[in-house]
C-alpha cells in the first residue's frame, strides 16, 4: 500500500511559478515509478511528468516540456513537480499517482495509487 499526499497548489499569475509536492508513505514507495497528472473542468485527466524509480529517467508531457520539471527524493519519500511560466491552460487538478512498475511512462492505467489532488489556478 502506498498513500500519497500533495500539497502546494495554489492561485498564481501567468508567467509566475509553483512547486507541488507529493509525499508518499509506504514501503515500495522507493521502487515505482511517479507520475503527475492533471484534469481540467470538463475535459480527461492527462499525463504531466513521470520519473523512474531511481531519479535518473524523466518523461514529460510535450505541453510542459522546458516548462516544468520532475524529481523525487527518496530520503524524504517525497516527489516534486516545479512548474515555471504558468500559463492559464495549466489550470487544473493536480494528481500525484506511484506506478505499478519501476520505469517512468504516461499512462495512468499503469498507476495503482493515487492522491487526492490539489488545486492549480492560473490567471491571466
Known amino acids: 500500500q502506498v498513500q500519497l499526499v500533495e500539497s502546494g497548489g495554489g492561485l498564481v499569475q501567468a508567467g509566475g511559478s509553483l512547486r507541488l509536492s507529493c509525499a508518499a508513505s509506504g514501503r515500495s514507495f522507493s521502487s515505482r515509478a511517479m507520475g503527475w497528472f492533471r484534469q481540467a473542468p470538463g475535459k480527461e485527466r492527462e499525463f504531466v511528468a513521470a520519473?523512474?524509480?531511481?531519479?535518473?529517467?524523466?518523461y514529460y508531457a510535450d505541453s510542459v516540456k522546458g516548462r516544468f520539471t520532475i524529481a523525487r527524493d527518496s530520503a524524504k519519500n517525497t516527489v516534486y513537480l516545479q512548474m515555471n511560466s504558468l500559463k492559464p491552460e495549466d489550470t487544473a487538478v493536480y494528481y500525484c499517482?506511484?506506478?505499478?512498475?519501476?520505469?517512468?511512462?504516461?499512462?495512468?492505467?499503469?498507476?495503482?495509487?493515487w492522491g487526492q489532488g490539489t488545486q492549480v489556478t492560473v490567471s491571466s
Open positions: 520519473i523512474n524509480w531511481s531519479g535518473l529517467n524523466t
Open positions: 499517482a506511484a506506478g505499478r512498475e519501476s520505469y517512468a511512462q504516461h499512462l495512468s492505467g499503469r498507476y495503482d495509487y
